[in-house]
């Protein structure tokens, strides 16, 4: 079985500050993990994916997060925060062997002027 | 450039009542899923399917139905709708292969039981 635990159910920063939203993992395989970004009203929409290779993921909008195995961990970070990156931000397993796939409760990040 | 279409978007029912919802992708995608979303709970899973005549539980899956006549269809029924079953249902699908998990989710389908 998989899970996932967010650290944190709202997050707010200044505008210009670093943003640092928490993720781990729980897996009995070695998981595919993902940050979706969800905007008012609307569907989940990919920001990024981990599933081999390089453990630092590039996405879209400046996010990037780090796969650590170590620490189960699989952070979203964002140097600067722009008022457009107010949303809701989920979390998610999955694993090559899966056929579903398992999401945190949310975290809300807001973003002050 | 339709994606994941869901149908209906927003639906009232009196506590008892039956619906179906409706999701439709044109991606050619083998996999389907439903979640439902709650606040403070995210996404929980509640059926999905590995491909057309298949079906499988997923972590809340009593109250619902689902079936996946065809390829691109995958409907959720309420038989006798609960107020608990108030939330927001999203459907998601993706490719069996290549296998990078990556799901594509529609808009989304309000439900309000009264």
């Known amino acids: 079985a998989q899970s996932v635990t967010q650290l944190g159910s709202h997050v707010s920063v200044s505008e210009g500050a670093l943003v640092l939203l928490r993720c781990n993992y729980s897996s009995s395989v070695p998981p595919y993990l993902f940050w979706y970004v969800q905007y008012p009203n609307q569907g989940l929409q990919l920001l990024l994916k981990?599933?081999?290779?390089?453990?630092l993921v590039k996405g879209i909008n400046g996010f990037e997060a780090e796969f650590k195995k170590s620490e189960t961990s699989f952070h979203l970070t964002k140097p600067s925060a722009h008022m457009s990156d107010a949303a809701e931000y989920f979390c998610?397993?999955?694993?090559?062997?899966?056929?579903?796939?398992?999401f945190g409760a949310g975290t809300r990040l807001t973003v002050k002027p | 450039n339709a994606g994941v279409t869901q149908t209906p978007k927003f639906r009232v029912l009196k506590t008892g009542q039956s619906m179906t919802l409706l999701c439709a992708q044109d991606?050619?995608?083998?996999?389907m899923y439903w979640y439902r979303q709650d606040p403070g709970m995210g996404l929980r899973l509640i059926h999905y399917s590995v491909g057309e005549g298949t079906t499988a539980k997923g972590e809340v899956p009593d109250g619902y139905n689902v079936s996946r006549l065809k390829k691109q269809n995958f409907l959720l029924g309420l038989e006798s709708a609960a107020p608990s079953q108030t939330s927001v249902y999203f459907c998601?699908?993706?490719?069996?292969?290549?296998?990078?998990?990556?799901?594509?989710f529609g808009e989304g389908s309000r439900l309000t039981v009264l």
């Open positions: 981990y599933t081999t290779g390089a453990t």
């Open positions: 991606m050619n995608h083998e996999y």
């Open positions: 998601a699908s993706r490719l069996r292969s290549p296998n990078t998990g990556e799901l594509f």
């Open positions: 998610a397993v999955s694993g090559w062997n899966n056929n579903d796939m398992r």
